[in-house]
């Protein structure tokens, strides 16, 4: 079992940086990511981290947000900068306990075991 609480969003003008938090409790993961969900949109991953530290990013934040964890206080950070209006959503935390084929399935929601409640990340223009 692995719980997930996330922190640090909020509202924020266009331009802005905000950092999320998601501290993690129970087993380890081993793999994680961040996902936001806009109303009346479908949840979408935004950036993932591997096992062995690799990073990927949806094309929308490339450059802009930075995913990391730290491992011996079990958390992940993303780092959001340049915020702008559409990045406007609820941010959720996800743990993987599996790492083989990190690659293809790192943005699909199905893959991911353990959920946060989510944080609200509010940006206006």
């Known amino acids: 079992q692995v719980q997930l609480v996330e922190s640090g969003g909020g509202s924020v003008q266009a331009g802005g940086s905000l950092r999320l938090i998601c501290a993690a409790s129970g087993n380890t993961p081993i793999c994680m990511g961040w996902f936001r969900q806009a109303p009346g949109k479908e949840r979408e991953g935004v950036a993932a981290i591997a096992g062995d530290g690799t990073t990927n990013y949806a094309d929308s934040v490339k450059g802009r947000f930075t995913i990391s964890r730290d491992n011996a206080k079990n958390i992940l950070i993303l780092q959001m900068s340049s915020l702008k209006p559409e990045d406007s959503a609820m941010y959720y935390c996800?743990?993987?306990?599996?790492?083989?084929?990190?690659?293809?399935?790192?943005?699909?929601?199905?893959?991911?075991?353990?959920w946060g409640q989510g944080t609200q990340v509010t940006v206006s223009s």
């Open positions: 996800a743990a993987a306990t599996r790492g083989a084929g990190w690659w293809w399935w790192r943005f699909l929601n199905n893959k991911y075991d353990y």
